[in-house]
T-cell receptor
């Protein structure tokens, strides 16, 4: 299995631009999580899906952030418009029902907004 | 008070040393206790997990949970330079809430 695949690995964009991050979870995993990681705040859960349905988006910072999961093998996290304070590493992770301890993370997207 | 507290370090030890990494938590209802390892510019990967209390050993790694003190530990014996990474603790409950509560991570450097 190729694991959780995220793209792009790096993204540099100007303030005000739209940014779309992509994720392909592990086949057979029915949970998908989007996280943001910064030095100051650590790992923050933004949103998670179960069977493609958003379950909890309480961690989404504001309306500029949106996430979709149109099918079991693809999810996007969109920021529009982007701001410098959105600069962070964004991780996607997936897991299976009944496995409470095991998330598999992707390698992340390092976002820089200038 | 944060739900999980973890000293961010950094921690620097010589090769072969025994390393002790620790977290404290506040909610006694938590049941699953995990340690993730994160190498630079990579995502976290599950290293070990423990359900409820007690010890679990896997090679050079031992995870301990003391529920009475709300304290979890990861011990690394005979540490190697390849162990240099950030170690994050995470805790959760079973049930529909799939959220993991994360520590900030402890940065470890093992020097040859």
């Amino acid at each position: 299995d190729a694991g959780v695949i995220q793209s792009p690995r790096h993204e540099v964009t100007e303030m005000g631009q739209e940014v779309t991050l992509r994720c392909k979870p592990i086949s057979g995993h029915d949970y998908l999580f989007w996280y943001r990681q910064t030095m100051m705040r650590g790992l923050e859960l933004l949103i998670y899906f179960n069977n493609n349905v958003p379950i909890d988006d309480s961690g989404m910072p504001e309306d500029r952030f949106s996430a979709k999961m149109p099918n079991a093998s693809f999810s996007t996290l969109k920021i529009q418009p982007s701001e410098p304070r959105d600069s962070a590493v964004y991780f996607c992770a997936s897991s299976q029902t009944g496995i409470y301890y095991g998330y598999t993370f992707g390698s992340g997207t390092r976002l820089t907004v200038v | 008070q944060k739900e999980v507290e973890q000293d961010p370090g950094p921690l620097s030890v010589p090769e072969g040393a025994i390393v002790s990494l620790n977290c404290t938590y506040s909610n006694s209802a938590f049941q699953y206790f995990m340690w993730y390892r994160q190498y630079s510019r990579k995502g976290p990967e599950l290293l070990m997990y423990t359900y409820s209390s007690g010890n679990k050993e896997d090679g050079r790694f031992t995870a301990q949970v003391d529920k009475s003190s709300k304290y979890i530990s990861l011990f690394i014996r005979d540490s190697q330079p390849s162990d240099s990474a950030t170690y994050l603790c995470a805790i959760t409950n079973a049930g529909n809430n799939r959220k993991l509560i994360w520590g900030l991570g402890t940065s470890l450097a093992v020097n040859p």
